[in-house]
Every structure is written in structure tokens, then in C-alpha cells.
Nanobody, 137 residues
Framework: VQLVESGGGLVQTGGSLKISCAAS????????IGWFRQAPGKEREGVSCISKIGGTPYYADSVKGRFTIFRDNARNTVYLSMNNLKPEDTAVYYC???????????????????????????????WGQGTQVTVSS
């Protein structure tokens, strides 16, 4: 099983980046995917999560309106498009995959909010190694 993040780099404030998470070794279509980030000295934060069927993703308030998550099941890849980047977006970005019990929740968005807000609670199945995103001021 592998999740490989790519596309990180250095960008100026207001710039854009698109990072990718390529999956292999498991049935990608059956898994929800989330993007998480961790800045030095800070706790890990759930950025955006998308269910196995797509639907309405969850976005953290800090990125809503600037970031877009989308998945391409034909390529076993999930992307995070990041616009209007800010210095506070600087972090290592990780993707994670989980056979998430979305059916326990009323809506897909609620399920993905739970996955993003409490990844430790659900002990997400697979994690990538991360890609560094640095936004200069």
C-alpha cells in the first residue's frame, strides 16, 4: 500500500499550488481520502476530506473558498488545488485514506467533517509521507 504526495514547493503569498496524492495497493474507489497538514510546533489539522463517491467535501474554515479537493478514481489520485495561499498555510501536507463508515452519518459532508476533525479517533488506515508547502510573505 502506498500514498505518495507530490507537488509541494515554495510559493509567494497570493499564489497557487496543486498537490497530488497517488494511491496504489488497495481498492481506491472504496476509500475516503483526506488532506491534513502540520506546521512546526502545531497540531495536525484536517484540511479537506472527500468520500469514496465524491459528493460534498468537507473543508476546514481556514481554507474554505481557497482550496478545492477532487478525486480522479480512474487515476487513483486525489488533488488539492490551493489558491490565494497565505503564510499560515505553510506546513507539511499529508494525505490519508480510510474505509470510512460514512453510512453512520446523515450526510456525506458530516461524515467527512468527522474524518477530518478526528482522524485519531478513527485510526485512519493509510498515510502518505507528506509534501512540504511553504508560502513566503
Amino acid at each position: 500500500v502506498q500514498l505518495v504526495e507530490s507537488g509541494g514547493g515554495l510559493v509567494q503569498t497570493g499564489g497557487s499550488l496543486k498537490i497530488s496524492c497517488a494511491a496504489s495497493g488497495f481498492t481506491f474507489d472504496d476509500y475516503a481520502i483526506g488532506w491534513f497538514r502540520q506546521a512546526p510546533g502545531k497540531e495536525r489539522e484536517g484540511v479537506s476530506c472527500i468520500s469514496k463517491i465524491g459528493g460534498t467535501p468537507y473543508y476546514a474554515d481556514s481554507v474554505k473558498g481557497r482550496f478545492t479537493i477532487f478525486r480522479d478514481n480512474a487515476r487513483n489520485t486525489v488533488y488539492l488545488s490551493m489558491n490565494n495561499l497565505k503564510p499560515e498555510d505553510t506546513a507539511v501536507y499529508y494525505c490519508a485514506a480510510d474505509f470510512f463508515p460514512a453510512g453512520l452519518f446523515e450526510t456525506t459532508e458530516q461524515a467527512m467533517s468527522e474524518m477530518c476533525d478526528a482522524p485519531s479517533t478513527y485510526d485512519l488506515d493509510y498515510w502518505g509521507q507528506g509534501t512540504q508547502v511553504t508560502v513566503s510573505s
